[in-house]
Nanobody
Framework: QVRLEESGGGLKQVGDSVRLSCLAS????????LGWFRQAPGKEREFIAV???????YYATSMWSRSTISRDNDKNTAFLHVKNLEPEDTAVYYC??????????????????WGQGIQVTVSS
């Protein structure tokens, strides 16, 4: 059982950046690819990015220019940096871990474990 805990969210201003962290425990971190998703009020969950190795990343088209995903295997932590925040970035952000996948990027049903999510609110 892998436990994922997000941190780093909160209230931001338009144009700010946010760096979210996802600390994993209870498993072998390097066995998993780590993904980030978000869900805004009244909207469906949206994929942002996923990382397997530093050279194996994938970004949603809508987010690639403003987002950077990374991981520190020594610290069992994944990160998501989003710059130039907009009010439309207001959402609960989730990290998730996947060990095996049917295709790349892994479709959401492939993910094995999810964090509880963390709120990011962008105020204008």
């Amino acid at each position: 059982q892998v436990r994922l805990e997000e941190s780093g969210g909160g209230l931001k201003q338009v144009g700010d950046s946010v760096r979210l962290s996802c600390l994993a425990s209870g498993g072998t971190f390097t066995d998993y690819a780590l993904g980030w998703f978000r869900q805004a009020p009244g909207k469906e969950r949206e994929f942002i990015a996923v990382i397997w190795t530093p050279g194996s990343t994938y970004y949603a088209t809508s987010m690639w220019s403003r987002s950077t995903i990374s991981r520190d295997n020594d610290k069992n932590t994944a990160f998501l940096h989003v710059k130039n925040l907009e009010p439309e970035d207001t959402a609960v952000y989730y990290c998730a871990a996947v060990r095996t996948w049917s295709s790349w990027p892994p479709p959401p049903p492939n993910y094995d474990f999810w964090g509880q999510g963390i709120q990011v609110t962008v105020s204008s």
